[in-house]
C-alpha cells in the first residue's frame, strides 16, 4: 500500500486514499478512495512524521463514545461519500447491528437444518457464511465501477433502473478453478440471484476488456490458475433456467475463451503473453504437452492436469452449443471433450504428462506432487473426467475395476485425514504430496462421489460420510479448513456434502441431476428463490439417521419411489419431500 493521502474536510469529515501496488496475479495498481466521518466535530489533528498514521482529537468523551463511519469507493472521492450516506444515512449503531443480522439470516436461513449436534449445527452454518465470502463488490450505489481491462483507467457505467440503481453489482471474484462442484451449485440452488449478478457481471467483464474472467481484480483480469473455469458456471446457469444475462455475448465470450487469445491460451498469472495455457497444441496434438515446449509464461503450466480441465470444460460449452442451437460447436467441442483419454496411460493405470513429441514422462511416479498436474498428483487428477466416468472407467478395465482401484486410494487416504496437512502451505511437503486422495484443495473434491457412477452409492455415501468427520467438522481454527479453502470453495463443498448433494459436471447438462450423497442432518429444508423456482421449498428428511448410518436403504420423493442415484433439477425446484431412511449397511 503506497502512496497515502488524507485531509481534513470539514469539522467533522476526513477525506483519504491509498494506492494497492501490483502483485503478481494482479498486474495494475488500483486506488482506494475514502470518506470517514464522526459524530462530534474534531478538536485536535497531530500528525507523526515517522510514522504513517495521523491522531484525530474530540476533548472530553463526557462519558458517550465516538461514533464513526467509513465510506469506500475504487472510483472517485464523491462516490465514497455516496456510498456511505445511502448504506448508513443514520448514527443509530443498535440499527446496523439489527440490519446486519437480518440480512445474514435471510440468507444462511434460506437453508434450515435440525438433528446431529450443536457443534455440527453451528459448522454447517460458518461453511455456508463461507459460501458467501470472498467475492466482494467493487461498484458504487450509483453504478460507477473500476475498469483496469484498456490500456488506461476508466470510471464505467453499469445499467441502471428507472430510479437510477445499478441493475446488478460489479464484483472482484477468487478464480472460478473448482467452483464447479462448490459455488456453482450451491449458489445456483440457494442463491440464484447472487449467481445471476455474478453472470452479468463477468458479462460486463467481456464488453470492456473482451474476455471473460475467470477471477478478476481490481477491476482487472489475474488470469488466476488456469482454463476456462468460468465456462461451467454459466452453462449450469443457463441449464437451471437462470438466464437474466445476456446469453448471446456470453456464449460469445464463452466460446473465445476456448480458442488461442482466449482464457485457455494464460497459464496462471500470465499478463502479458498467451502461450502458457498452450491451447494450440491441445487442438492439434489432443493434448497439452509437459513440459511446456513454447517456454515459461506464467504458473501451472502443468500439461496433464491442462488438458483434463480443457477437456470437461469442452464438453460443458458443447452442452450450451447444443442448447443454443450451434450444432457446429456442439461437434468441435464434443470432439475434443474426448481428449482426456489422449494422457490416459494404459500400462500404468493412471493419467500421465507426455512431452512434445508424445513420449510418456519418464520416470514417472503418480503420487509426485505437481509434476504435470496443476497443484494435485496423477493419482488424484486422474479422477478428473467428471464429463465421462463411464468412459474412464472403460479405460481402467471397466467400473468394478475402477471402484476397486478408487477405493482403495479412499483407504490410503484415510490415514492422513483425507487432506494434505492443515494448510495449503504444506501440501508439497514429502509427508504429504503423496496423498492419493486430498480434500484440501479443489482437483479431488469430486472423488467420492465417482462411486455413483461406478455402480457403487453405498461407497460415496460410506466415504463422503467419512471425509465430512475428518475435514469438514471441527470447529478450531487449524482444523477448521485443512488445505486451501480459497474463499467460499471450501465451505459451499462441505454445505453440499452435508445436505446429500452433488452435481458432478456441475449441472450442465439438459435439466442435470443432483446426485445423492449422504446427509449428516434429520432434516434440511431449503427455501426455493420465488423469482427463479416454482417450489417454495424443498425438504430433504432422513430418517434413522445416526453417526454410524452411513447407507441410504430406501429413497423417495414426493412418495414415489427413486431408481435412479438423485434428483432432476425440474422436479426438485417444482418443491417437494426427498425422504430418505438410513441404515448401518450398505
Excluded: C
Excluded at 51 to 67: K, Y
Amino acid at each position: 500500500m503506497v502512496d497515502g493521502q488524507l485531509k481534513q474536510t470539514g469539522k467533522r469529515k476526513i477525506e483519504g486514499q491509498i494506492t494497492n501496488s501490483p502483485t503478481s496475479r494482479r498486474p495494475k495498481p488500483i486506488k482506494v478512495h475514502f470518506q470517514v466521518v464522526f459524530d462530534r466535530d474534531i478538536e485536535s489533528w497531530t500528525a507523526h512524521d515517522s510514522l504513517p498514521h495521523i491522531i484525530v482529537g474530540f476533548g472530553e468523551s463526557q462519558g458517550n463514545p465516538v461514533q464513526m463511519k467509513v465510506g469506500l469507493s475504487y472510483t472517485h472521492p464523491d462516490n465514497a461519500m455516496e456510498n456511505l450516506l445511502t448504506e448508513i444515512p443514520h448514527w443509530n449503531f443498535d440499527r446496523v447491528v439489527a440490519d446486519t443480522r437480518e440480512v445474514w439470516n435471510e440468507l444462511l436461513g434460506r437453508i434450515q437444518i435440525e438433528g446431529n449436534t450443536e457443534t455440527q449445527q453451528k459448522r454447517f452454518y460458518t461453511d455456508l457464511w463461507k459460501a458467501l465470502q470472498g467475492r466482494r463488490t467493487i461498484s458504487d450505489v450509483n453504478g460507477a465501477y473500476p475498469d483496469h481491462t484498456g490500456d488506461t483507467f476508466r470510471i464505467g457505467q453499469l445499467p441502471v433502473d428507472d430510479e437510477g440503481k445499478p441493475l446488478f453489482r460489479h464484483f472482484n471474484s477468487d478464480s472460478f478453478w473448482g467452483a464447479q462442484w462448490t459455488i456453482a451449485v450451491l449458489w445456483a440452488l440457494v442463491y440464484p440471484d447472487i449467481a445471476e449478478e455474478f453472470a452479468n457481471s463477468f458479462v460486463q467483464y467481456y464488453k470492456d476488456g473482451g474476455l471473460i474472467p475467470r477471477g478478476p481484480s481490481g477491476g482487472n483480469y489475474t488470469y488466476v490458475m488456469t482454463g476456462a473455469s468460468s465456462t461451467p458456471f454459466f452453462v449450469g446457469l443457463y441449464q437451471k433456467g437462470i438466464r437474466g444475462f445476456d446469453i448471446s455475448t456470453a456464449y460469445e465470450g464463452l466460446k473465445k475463451n476456448h480458442l488461442p487469445g482466449g482464457m485457455m491460451s494464460k497459464s496462471g498469472y500470465e499478463h502479458q503473453t498467451a502461450r502458457g495455457g498452450n491451447v494450440e497444441d491441445y487442438m492439434s496434438k489432443g493434448y497439452v504437452p509437459y513440459p511446456n515446449p513454447r517456454g515459461r509464461f506464467g504458473g501451472h503450466e502443468q500439461g496433464a492436469g491442462q488438458t483434463l480441465e480443457y477437456s470437461y470444460q469442452d464438453w460443458t460449452l458443447a452442452q450450451l452449443s447444443r442448447a443454443l442451437g450451434e450444432r457446429a460447436d456442439e461437434a468441435l467441442f464434443l470432439s475434443r471433450s474426448q481428449n482426456y483419454k489422449n494422457v490416459y496411460d494404459a500400462q500404468s493405470g493412471w493419467m500421465r504428462p507426455k512431452d512434445e513429441k508424445g513420449n510418456w514422462m519418464e520416470p514417472f511416479d503418480p503420487y509426485d506432487y505437481g509434476k504435470g498436474f496443476v497443484e494435485a498428483n496423477g493419482a488424484q487428477f486422474t479422477w478428473f473426467v467428471p464429463h465421462d466416468i463411464s468412459g474412464l472407467a472403460q479405460l481402467m478395465g471397466g467400473k468394478e475395476k475402477a471402484a476397486a482401484k478408487l477405493n482403495w486410494q479412499f483407504e490410503e487416504a484415510e490415514k492422513l485425514g483425507f487432506t494434505s496437512g492443515t494448510s495449503h502451505a504444506v501440501e508439497t511437503h514429502p509427508e504429504y504430496r503423496r496423498i492419493p486422495v486430498n480434500y484440501g484443495n479443489q482437483p479431488s473434491m469430486q472423488m467420492a462421489y465417482v462411486f455413483n457412477y461406478l455402480d457403487r452409492p453405498d461407497l460415496t455415501q460410506y466415504w463422503s460420510r467419512k471425509v465430512l468427520d475428518k475435514a469438514f467438522s471441527a470447529l478450531t481454527p487449524h482444523l477448521g479448513y485443512n488445505g486451501d479453502e480459497d474463499q467460499g470453495l471450501m465451505g459451499s463443498l462441505a454445505v453440499l456434502m452435508k445436505l446429500g448433494l452433488f452435481q458432478m459436471n456441475a449441472g450442465t447438462e439438459e435439466n442435470p441431476i443432483y446426485e445423492l450423497g449422504s446427509p449428516i442432518f434429520d432434516k434440511a429444508v431449503i427455501h426455493l428463490h420465488p423469482d427463479y423456482y416454482s417450489g417454495d421449498t424443498f425438504t430433504i428428511q432422513a430418517e434413522n439417521n445416526r453417526p454410524d448410518h452411513f447407507y441410504i436403504q430406501s429413497k423417495t420423493f414426493n412418495g414415489n419411489e427413486i431408481n435412479d442415484i438423485g434428483i432432476r433439477h425440474d422436479a426438485l425446484v417444482s418443491g417437494g419431500i426427498l425422504k430418505l431412511e438410513m441404515g448401518s449397511k450398505p
